[in-house]
């Protein structure tokens, strides 16, 4: 049985007693019906909210999933020049790219030597790629624009969400965060951080672009 149906147990009990609960005053009574019926107006709702979370939770966990998968492939093809920027294009967010559009226009403008702030790489961890695959996909935590934590007790409406992977290059396991946001109806990475060396991929960019 719901929490509901108990509740509506109760109250129906309550009124087939003519509310005289047993020691109650009438003004007890009365407001003992009325929490009652409060409890059962958000009872269903807070299930509902229960369901839509842990959809929401499998749908942010399955594109980042989608993402890895079209990584895997893209570097599993003889050239792969240019997939860190096609791969943003199509997975990453705009502030992300923006920022990364910064780096290269500075680089094309100081770097003489062509090297620049992408000696490696950001979707491998690394600067080759060979048997690259991600798993061990999690969910941490997903927040709204308001920046406070979202759960069953709120509005599903989050906007933010912190994941981490298990990322295999090579023989070697790298632990990844990916920070992902909501716009253009989907979910999109804003940040990359390489847990094992502490590091901030859009903190680096902009720490280089002295901002």
């Keep these: 049985m719901t929490c509901a149906a108990c509740l509506l147990a109760l109250l129906t009990s309550c009124q087939a007693r003519g509310n005289k609960m047993e020691g109650l005053s009438e003004s007890a009574q009365k407001d003992c019906v009325a929490v009652v019926s409060e409890k059962m107006a958000v009872a269903e709702p807070a299930t509902d909210i229960q369901s839509d979370l842990a959809e929401l939770e499998d749908d942010i966990i399955l594109r980042v999933k989608v993402i890895y998968a079209a990584v895997h492939r893209a570097y599993d093809a ?112 804003d940040d990359f951080e390489d847990i094992d060396n502490n590091y901030q991929w859009k903190a680096g960019m902009k720490e280089y672009l002295g901002l």
């Design 78 to 189: 003889e050239d792969w020049s240019d997939n860190m920027t096609v791969l943003a294009d199509n997975y990453c967010s705009r502030d992300w790219n923006r920022t990364v559009e910064a780096v290269r226009r500075y680089d094309d403008k100081y770097e003489s030597e062509g090297v620049g702030f992408f000696d490696s790489d950001y979707w491998i961890m690394g600067q080759d790629a060979k048997d690259l695959y991600a798993e061990n996909v999690r969910l941490e935590t997903m927040t709204s624009s308001k920046d406070s934590p979202v759960s069953s007790a709120t509005s599903l409406d989050p906007d933010r969400a912190l994941v981490t992977i298990d990322l295999h290059n090579f023989d070697h396991v790298r632990h990844v965060r990916l920070t992902l946001v909501k716009e253009r109806g989907d979910w999109f990475i």
